[in-house]
């Protein structure tokens, strides 16, 4: 059964942190680059970041670049996404998903976990 469990959400003032965990089912984390994507109220679902299995890869949106970064443990358990100087448009439900890295960044699994409620005030 696929679990994907985000958790380290919250509210937080504007200009302050958080940092989103998730761990993950089997092998997903370790079997296969990882991706952060949030959906706000009213909203599609959108990409956020992603890192490749090795690590070595990053992508960001370009409305979070330079504030969040994502990152993986050596492990292969867990993916991080440290979110600084939030901007209430951050406002949102984070969800992590396996990701494909060829060409646009998109999920590989239909299943999203619960996510994690991240909501800044202003």
């Known amino acids: 059964q696929v679990q994907l469990v985000e958790s380290g959400g919250g509210l937080v003032q504007a200009g302050g942190s958080l940092r989103l965990s998730c761990v993950a089912s089997g092998r997903i984390i370790s079997n296969n680059a990882m991706g952060w994507f949030r959906q706000a109220p009213g909203k599609e679902r959108e990409f956020v970041a992603a890192?490749?299995?090795?690590?070595?890869?990053?992508s960001y949106a370009d409305s979070v670049k330079g504030r969040f970064t994502i990152s993986r443990d050596s492990a292969k358990t867990t993916v991080y996404l440290q979110m600084n100087s939030l901007k209430p448009e951050d406002t949102a439900v984070y969800y992590c998903?396996?990701?494909?890295?060829?060409?646009?960044?998109?999920?590989?699994?239909?299943?999203w976990g619960q996510g994690t409620q991240v909501t800044v005030s202003s």
């Open positions: 998903n396996a990701v494909s890295l060829t060409g646009l960044v998109r999920p590989l699994l239909d299943y």
């Open positions: 890192i490749s299995w090795s690590g070595i890869t990053t």
